[in-house]
């Protein structure tokens, strides 16, 4: 999913640094927030943008110019939504850029779009209704997760297919880079979405109160786990 360094012409990939700036503005303003309503969900905001950093970083040759690999971006947004997965993300996304030589700078604006912003905002959505149709948390976060996945790599394909479509035009393009990318990225999507339902039961049996209070989870669902295990 990272395009590559240079691998965007003019003038897009200015643009998508213009489209991911606002968001990811307003991310560091949550963070702000969120740490000093929460002081103690610091080290869970470093748990996940390392998460992000590691899993991003498992990259499989994919499109010319760019990969498939999982995002972890997803998990982020159910946790913290979609602006301040934003943030995590373009911070993965640098470090990534200067020391792994993935991704790249001047294309740092379209990979946060594509795996910072779609993608959360696609897996917060699915999270939210999940927790309103009072569907079981570990088939929410499967669903936010492998579906914020698969839509950044949607998101991927059209950043390409903007700026190289065949002479059929766009929408060739866009199915031809997107079918390339859905062979390795339909069980990447899926591989992450089981991972994350893991490490998300993980964080609501040591966290939990935590989750509650962040408004994640509701607390009742916690004491009721609790009392069972007693």
Request: charge should be positive; aromatic fraction near 12%; hydrophobic fraction near 55%.
């Given at each position: 999913?990272?395009?590559?360094?240079?691998?965007?012409?003019?003038?897009?990939?200015?643009?998508?640094?213009?489209?991911?700036?606002?968001?990811?503005?307003?991310?560091?303003?949550?963070?702000?927030?969120?740490?000093?309503?929460?002081?103690?969900?610091?080290?869970?905001?470093?748990?996940?943008?390392?998460f992000i950093f590691v899993?991003?970083?498992?990259?499989?040759?994919?499109?010319?110019?760019?990969?498939?690999?999982?995002?972890?971006?997803?998990?982020?947004?159910?946790?913290?939504?979609?602006?301040?997965?934003?943030?995590?993300?373009?911070?993965?996304?640098?470090?990534?850029a200067l020391l792994l030589?993935?991704?790249?700078?001047?294309?740092?604006?379209?990979?946060?779009?594509?795996?910072?912003?779609?993608?959360?905002?696609?897996?917060?959505?699915?999270?939210?209704?999940?927790?309103?149709?009072?569907?079981?948390?570990?088939?929410?976060?499967?669903?936010?997760?492998?579906?914020?996945?698969?839509?950044?790599?949607?998101?991927?394909?059209?950043?390409?297919?903007?700026?190289?479509?065949?002479?059929?035009?766009?929408?060739?393009?866009?199915?031809?880079?997107?079918t390339v990318f859905a062979?390795?990225?339909?069980?990447?999507?899926?591989?992450?979405?089981?991972?994350?339902?893991?490490?998300?039961?993980?964080?609501?049996?040591?966290?939990?109160?935590?989750?509650?209070?962040?408004?994640?989870?509701?607390?009742?669902?916690?004491?009721?786990?609790?009392?069972?295990?007693?």
């Amino acid at each position: 999913m990272h395009i590559m360094e240079g691998f965007l012409p003019h003038p897009w990939w200015e643009i998508w640094f213009v489209a991911s700036i606002p968001i990811v503005a307003y991310g560091i303003y949550q963070i702000s927030g969120v740490a000093k309503k929460h002081p103690e969900a610091k080290p869970l905001l470093a748990l996940v943008g390392a998460f992000i950093f590691v899993l991003s970083a498992l990259k499989l040759p994919s499109v010319t110019g760019s990969c498939s690999h999982p995002t972890g971006s997803g998990l982020a947004a159910v946790l913290f939504g979609p602006a301040i997965a934003s943030v995590l993300s373009m911070i993965a996304l640098v470090f990534q850029a200067l020391l792994l030589a993935h991704g790249g700078l001047t294309t740092l604006g379209a990979n946060t779009l594509s795996m910072g912003i779609v993608g959360p905002v696609v897996a917060f959505a699915i999270w939210v209704v999940c927790k309103k149709t009072n569907v079981p948390n570990s088939v929410g976060v499967f669903l936010a997760v492998a579906f914020g996945d698969l839509l950044t790599y949607v998101t991927t394909s059209a950043q390409l297919a903007l700026a190289f479509p065949t002479a059929a035009g766009f929408f060739d393009a866009f199915v031809k880079f997107g079918t390339v990318f859905a062979i390795t990225q339909i069980p990447l999507a899926i591989a992450e979405g089981i991972l994350a339902i893991f490490l998300f039961d993980f964080l609501v049996k040591y966290r939990g109160q935590l989750l509650s209070a962040m408004g994640v989870i509701k607390l009742p669902i916690i004491a009721h786990e609790q009392e069972g295990k007693k």
